[in-house]
Nanobody, 119 residues
Framework: QVQLVESGGGLVQAGGSLRLSCAAS????????MAWYRQAPGKQREPVAV???????NYADSVKGRFTISADNAKNTVYLQMNSLKPEDTAVYYC?????????????WGQGTQVTVSS
């Protein structure tokens, strides 16, 4: 089992910045990728950014150029630096980790952290 603990959410004005963190702990064999998703009220959960164990990144079009995902592999921690925040970025942000090998590969989710951007 892998546990994820997120931090860094909060209330910020439009144009401001926030940094989310997600630390993984527990029975970690191999982390293949770490990602951030978000879910706004009344909407489906959507991917925001992903970083692979090799350092490759990918972003949703809506956040490209504003958000940066990074990871500290030694600490099993992933970060999401969010700049130039917009009210439409308001959502609960969830950390996701793809961990394991072969038949023992699983997805784990954090508890979510609220990000609210006021106009």
């Amino acid at each position: 089992q892998v546990q994820l603990v997120e931090s860094g959410g909060g209330l910020v004005q439009a144009g401001g910045s926030l940094r989310l963190s997600c630390a993984a702990s527990g029975s970690i064999v191999s982390i293949n990728a770490m990602a951030w998703y978000r879910q706004a009220p009344g909407k489906q959960r959507e991917p925001v950014a992903v970083i692979t164990s090799g350092g490759s990144t990918n972003y949703a079009d809506s956040v490209k150029g504003r958000f940066t995902i990074s990871a500290d592999n030694a600490k099993n921690t992933v970060y999401l630096q969010m700049n130039s925040l917009k009210p439409e970025d308001t959502a609960v942000y969830y950390c996701n980790v793809d961990e394991g090998v072969g038949a023992d590969e699983y997805d784990y989710w954090g508890q979510g952290t609220q990000v609210t951007v006021s106009s």
